[in-house]
T-cell receptor, first 115, second 114 residues
Framework: GNSVTQMEGPVTLSEEAFLTINCTYT??????LFWYVQYPGEGLQLLLK?????DKGSNKGFEATYRKETTSFHLEKGSVQVSDSAVYFC??????????????FGKGTTLSVSS | DTEVTQTPKHLVMGMTNKKSLKCEQH?????MYWYKQKAKKPPELMFV???????INESVPSRFSPECPNSSLLNLHLHALQPEDSALYLC?????????????FGNGTRLTVT
């Protein structure tokens, strides 16, 4: 079945460092891909998305490009801030049955940024 | 601010109690979801409602009983839970039942079963 694999971390960076969190997927067809962020004590917030190959999603300085040839959707940010400390989940939209679709999540990557 | 509202934020219940979790959205979304999230783990799908009908039940034990009274509301009725059911329960909605639009999540109900 469809699945998502992401680096588990934790990732520890200093403020203004460059961030990369790797995500690869296995899927039949061409699912939409998402990055969600979860701050302590909160639900998941959509960070960015891409719906087809070569699409680049971007938001709040974060970017990810849908790479069909490498089945990847790596998350990057040029200069992280302390406020970016959170858990990041890569996800794909998976058709569960005839009735509908749901998100399948990677295991999550904890990012800790220090000043 | 989240557009999906979950109540209560926290719930402590004994193994013989009956309680309900509530979820509400007013975005006109036609698909609604329950996910369960254990500490330091990703969310796991429990149930999916499409147009107020249960479309997906991911082999969840019968002590969890979902209900969708109308297109804006989603409930999760809890009965005879076990301590291992303690987790964050997340509700989400989506504008379409199929397709690839994103899910919008609430902030969750943190459930503790004693």
């Amino acid at each position: 079945g469809n699945s998502v694999t992401q680096m588990e971390g934790p990732v520890t960076l200093s403020e203004e460092a460059f961030l990369t969190i790797n995500c690869t997927y296995t899927a039949t067809g061409y699912p939409s891909l998402f990055w969600y962020v979860q701050y302590p004590g909160e639900g998941l917030q959509l960070l960015l998305k891409a719906t087809k190959a070569d699409d680049k999603g971007s938001n709040k300085g974060f970017e990810a490009t849908y790479r069909k040839e490498t089945t990847s959707f790596h998350l990057e940010k040029g200069s992280v801030q302390v406020s970016d400390s959170a858990v990041y989940f890569c996800a794909l939209s998976d058709r569960i049955d005839q009735a509908g679709t749901a998100l399948i999540f990677g295991k999550g990557t904890t990012l800790s940024v220090s000043s | 601010d989240t557009e999906v509202t979950q109540t209560p934020k926290h719930l402590v219940m004994g193994m013989t109690n009956k309680k309900s979790l509530k979820c509400e959205q007013h975005m006109g979304h036609r698909a609604m979801y329950w996910y369960k999230q254990k500490a330091k783990k990703p969310p796991e799908l429990m149930f999916v409602y499409s147009y107020e009908k249960l479309s997906i039940n991911e082999s969840v034990p019968s002590r969890f009983s979902p209900e969708c009274p109308n297109s804006s509301l989603l409930n999760l009725h809890l009965h005879a839970l076990q301590p291992e059911d303690s987790a964050l329960y997340l509700c989400a909605s989506r504008s379409e039942t199929g397709g690839n639009s994103p899910l919008h999540f609430g902030n969750g109900t943190r459930l503790t079963v004693t």
